[in-house]
């Protein structure tokens, strides 16, 4: 079939499988391209199809040449559609991987339930034996919990307020004011559910109990801050209650992994268009200006950049890890320079529907956008037509 992107809102309902086979080969040229560091050497990355998740199962294995198990959940080709992004990217992945001569197996299934954590442990157990890294970059909109059955649904929503700003529709190039109405506290909790440390932790000791963590295993989750403009629908509304969490949860694992002289530890990222950030009102627009004004700088990055910095310069690096005085470490140290922020302020009130492909880089945006499910790679022919159906080695 011919493949041509279909937006529904802040989504794609289709993937090309070449695209996302280029967007993952761009990715791999980068880091060989930066040369290789001392890192771990087996590797679990949950989350790992996608963003930040995808981005370090590719910076472990073709940097530090680790052996990789990475869990997700997509969905594979049928006849009437695409399989999702994450699971042509992950084929694209294993592919390179497997051509090099690197370990790299994957699990697709629910990641919050005890059976995808079983058979993770059992080809842990198998094939590593023990992994000395453990990446948690989970984002999903809602969890069943996997004692009670209970399922819970984050929303994206301020705290204690009404809070009303501007957010763009970036493909309609529409700039429209947005009031999100205050979360109950029912909401919150179930925010936290979500997005908290909660299933993070259970990992940690699951894998703890079954005796799969190396001595000086580390494990870090990822999230984001971000600035003063978007505080009230992120920082201080249900998504920063869910990151509290998730930074208290990782004190409690440091604590837990002492007898193994380990360490749990946030990445505080940069904003990148991802999937989940898509969904967030006003901070695409956010993004938008951003983009402009880092590229402008000379400082823009994306996940694959961060990630190999974050390894490099920070987790591996032999002069320590960098960390805030919330022992933190600050992967979006670019992002929020002062000068950046001021520049972002100060354009902020000018951004109109008029003004918005000159004050921002609102075409970047759609097209990293696109980039996400394959579109818009170099050298693909998207006149094309291409088989829909690929396999996943390891699966």
């Not at 699990?107 to 000395?132: C, M, P, W, Y």
């Not at 996400?372 to 998207?382: E, I, M, T």
Request: some cysteine.
């Amino acid at each position: 079939m011919m493949i041509q992107p279909k937006i529904r809102g802040f989504i794609c309902t289709t993937a090309h499988p070449l695209g996302c086979y280029q967007v993952v080969m761009d990715q791999v040229n980068y880091v060989k391209s930066k040369g290789q560091f001392m890192g771990p050497k087996c590797v679990l990355v949950i989350g790992a199809s996608t963003g930040y998740g995808l981005a370090s199962r590719i910076v472990t294995t073709f940097g530090a040449g680790a052996k990789t198990i990475g869990v997700f959940y997509e969905r594979e080709a049928d006849e009437k559609r695409t399989a999702t992004a994450g699971w042509y990217n992950t084929a694209a992945f294993e592919k390179i991987a497997h051509q090099d001569h690197y370990f790299a197996k994957s699990i697709n299934g629910d990641a919050f339930s005890h059976e995808i954590k079983q058979q993770t442990a059992e080809l842990i157990r198998k094939d590593l034996k023990q992994v000395d890294l453990v990446i948690y970059s989970l984002a999903s909109p809602r969890r069943i919990h996997p004692d009670t059955g209970q399922v819970y649904s984050s929303v994206l929503k301020p705290i204690g307020r009404d809070f009303t700003s501007k957010t763009v529709d970036a493909f309609r190039k529409e700039v429209k004011e947005i009031t999100l109405s205050a979360a109950v506290e029912e909401e919150i909790a179930n925010t936290v559910a979500v997005m908290g440390g909660e299933d993070w932790e259970i990992w940690m000791d699951f894998l703890a109990k079954e005796n799969l963590l190396a001595e000086g295993v580390t494990t870090v989750a990822y999230s984001y801050i971000g600035p003063h403009l978007t505080y009230p629908i992120y920082k201080e509304g249900t998504i920063g209650r869910a990151k509290d969490h998730l930074r208290m949860t990782a004190q409690q694992l440091t604590k837990k992994l002492q007898n193994l002289h380990g360490k749990a530890l946030i990445s505080v990222n940069k904003a990148v268009v991802t999937q989940a950030s898509a969904a967030i009102p006003v901070v695409p627009l956010y993004i938008s200006l951003l983009f402009k004004v880092m590229k402008e700088q000379g400082t823009h990055e994306g996940c694959i950049e961060q990630i190999y910095r974050l390894f490099k310069d920070h987790l591996y690096s032999p002069h320590g890890l960098g960390c805030d005085a919330e022992g933190q470490i600050r992967i979006d140290d670019l992002e929020m320079q002062e000068a950046i922020q001021e520049k972002i302020a100060a354009l902020w009130p000018k951004i109109t529907s008029e003004t918005l492909t000159q004050l921002t880089d609102v075409e970047g945006y759609c097209d990293e956008f696109y980039r996400l499910f394959g579109f818009n790679a170099k050298n693909v022919d998207y006149e094309m037509d291409v088989e829909a159906k690929m396999k996943i080695d390891s699966l």
